[in-house]
């Protein structure tokens, strides 16, 4: 069974546009997910990008076309300007991994927090909020946050993040398969292409 570690932050408008694709080509293809969230500034550091404010205004002003373009193909609503971002998501990226280590699916979750930064104008820093999303995807909130406070949720974030850069992830989201790293929600079809052929993943030169 193919198995895809999925590393990702809890603000990142890729993250948003490709997270029901990843979900649902994982699925489709019986591929086990791993869902990583992790330090994105670790990631940065060694792949030279920079926060979004820091960036030229012509990389700025292109990003939003691209944002459009590819929320049109997914079929999702964005809005290119929330009232909420940046924003601190730290609780519910934490809150991801309190659910995965209790053996549960954190990917319904997910989306609603994705969708409350681009689509509803929420604060998912906020913790009632947070707590809402995982009262309607079917956990015990307060079970869930008391977990995602703990020491254990916050080093294998720390660990998480390592493992991106050891796979050298650029940025978020990355999908790595059998060691080999896919940049980018408009990647999936090549992961998925990668997992249908059963090829060797490609490597260095």
Do not use: C
């Amino acid at each position: 069974m193919p198995v895809i570690d999925y590393y990702f932050v809890g603000i990142s408008p890729y993250v948003y546009l490709g997270h029901r694709a990843l979900v649902d080509m994982a699925e489709r293809r019986g591929a086990t997910v791993n869902y990583k969230p992790v330090r994105l500034k670790r990631l940065w550091a060694k792949s030279g990008s920079t926060p979004l404010a820091e960036r030229p205004p012509v990389r700025r002003r292109y990003r939003f076309l691209e944002l459009q373009r590819h929320a049109e193909a997914r079929g999702l609503p964005l809005n290119l300007q929330p009232k909420h971002f940046p924003v601190d998501a730290s609780l519910a990226e934490l809150s991801v991994i309190a659910i995965a280590e209790q053996g549960d699916d954190p990917a319904d979750f997910m989306e609603r927090v994705f969708s409350g930064v681009w689509a509803e104008d929420a604060d998912v820093s906020d913790r009632d909020t947070v707590a809402g999303y995982l009262t309607a995807t079917g956990f015990d909130a307060e079970a869930i946050l008391a977990q995602a406070g703990s020491d254990k949720a916050l080093a294998l974030r720390d660990r998480y993040s390592r493992e991106a850069v050891e796979a050298d992830a650029i940025g978020v989201p990355a999908y790595v398969l059998n060691g080999e790293v896919f940049w980018g929600q408009d990647r999936i079809d090549l992961l998925e292409s990668a997992i249908v052929t059963g090829r060797e993943p490609y490597g260095q030169p």
